[in-house]
């Protein structure tokens, strides 16, 4: 019999009633380090209390009134995130596949007011994740997403993950646009390098196309910046954020220049729950520390001591682990046995990683995680490394 949640996931057996910072508590008393913050998520950790206050003080005054009329905190986190980027407007989804959604419905909307309506061709890369939604797994064009949810959305043209000749052959009169993850997270912590993203900035400039990003997963002050592309000092037209945005709230973002949005007038997009009050309550209070220099000079120092660990890790345990890749607090481990084997165990001792493409095992930890977590969080991953490698060499 089908259970009365439809069974899209393979869910692990955990049921966790609580959390606190980096922890989670299981309903049976057990306490999880949660190096995986529900996948990028949880910015600021488990019930913070500063957004606490912010959502039920909000909670108190206003949840909803839809986009017909000014909501005041959603004009202050656009504000907000104008002044901090790259961008000059910003629309608010609830979450990372409806940011999808508009970033291509702008830029097709963009050419067809240019006068160039052919334009609706979106370069995309292998091993990219966008979303669920017909528009977002038509972009990431993998097999396994598409089979059977056909007709697949025309418009997207796929090019290997660091084909670099192979996107300049891609680009042909019908294309609009290049959309990509500076660090792909589902495809396996993939990380772009600069001058590549430098190269497809060039690219666009050249031949006069909009260049998306998707920050869904890498932005929000994960790398150690607000954004992944500012290590490589470049901006994009128009750029997708969700998860960290919310630390937990459903919020989503579509942020883009000026020119970019300008075919998006009254009447051409819209959400009923996009940027309500209480999101934008919630949001608001992840920017005032997500965006705070300091916070984000802790973020990048963290990484570093994180990283040298986990390379160490990796030089112990060759049998289990290949390398460590990422950028700041978007951290992966290679495997050589499988990955779901390894997040298996990290469950046993009370980690929570989580699984990626290419065999890999992520580590996203809330990016307030302590000096204290980084310790605990090695010496579990160390135990359960060795656990991993004394089962695999057990005799079947
Ligand atoms: C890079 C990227 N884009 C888009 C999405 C879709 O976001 P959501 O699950 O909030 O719809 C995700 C989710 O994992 C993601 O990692």
Redesign the pocket.
């Given at each position: 019999m089908i259970p009365s949640v439809l069974p899209t996931y393979n869910r692990a057996p955990l049921s966790f009633t609580h959390g606190e910072g980096s922890w989670l508590v299981e309903a049976d008393g057990r306490r999880f380090l949660d190096m995986g913050a529900g996948?990028?998520v949880n910015a600021l950790g488990h019930a913070h209390p500063a957004l606490t206050r912010a959502l039920t003080e909000q909670a108190g005054k206003l949840w909803h009134v839809s986009n017909l009329y000014q909501i005041p905190e959603q004009e202050a986190l656009a504000d907000r995130l104008v002044e901090a980027t790259f961008a000059d407007t910003v629309f608010f989804t609830?979450?990372?596949?409806?940011?999808?959604e508009l970033a291509v419905k702008m830029a097709r909307k963009y050419w067809s007011e240019k006068g160039h309506p052919e334009k609706t061709d979106i370069v995309t890369f292998s091993g990219?994740?966008?979303?669920?939604?017909s528009a977002?797994i038509a972009a990431a064009g993998s097999e396994k997403m598409v089979k059977g949810f056909g007709p697949v959305l025309p418009g997207f043209t796929h090019v290997d993950w660091g084909d670099h000749e192979g996107i300049r052959d891609a680009v042909t009169e019908t294309t609009g646009a290049i959309l990509l993850?500076p660090i792909?997270?589902?495809g396996g912590i993939r990380t772009m390098p600069d001058h590549c993203l430098q190269g497809f900035r060039q690219l666009c400039d050249e031949k006069g196309l909009l260049l998306i990003l998707?920050?869904?997963?890498?932005g929000m002050g994960r790398t150690g910046k607000l954004f992944a592309h500012e290590w490589a000092g470049i901006t994009p037209d128009i750029m997708?954020v969700?998860?960290g945005i919310g630390g937990g709230f459903?919020l989503?973002a579509v942020l883009a220049t000026e020119e970019a949005a300008s075919g998006m007038t009254a009447g051409t997009h819209g959400s009923t729950y996009g940027g309500n009050p209480l999101g934008c309550a919630v949001g608001l209070e992840v920017m005032k520390h997500v965006a705070d220099a300091d916070f984000l000079s802790e973020v990048r120092r963290k990484a570093g001591a994180l990283r040298q660990r986990l390379e160490s890790i990796v030089a112990t345990h060759y049998d289990v682990f290949e390398e460590v890749r990422g950028h700041g607090l978007m951290l992966g481990l290679k495997c050589v046995v499988p990955n779901t084997d390894v997040v298996q165990a990290c469950y046993e001792h009370e980690l929570i990683a989580v699984p990626a493409g290419d065999n890999v095992v992520r580590l996203l930890p809330p990016l307030t995680l302590t000096d204290e977590d980084i310790a605990e969080a090695v010496h579990r991953l160390d135990r359960t490394a060795t656990a991993v490698s004394l089962k695999s060499k057990a005799p079947a």
């Open positions: 996948i990028a609830n979450s990372g596949t409806e940011a999808c990219s994740f966008h979303g669920r939604s977002a993850e792909q997270g589902e998707d920050e869904v997963q890498c997708m969700a998860k459903p989503g």
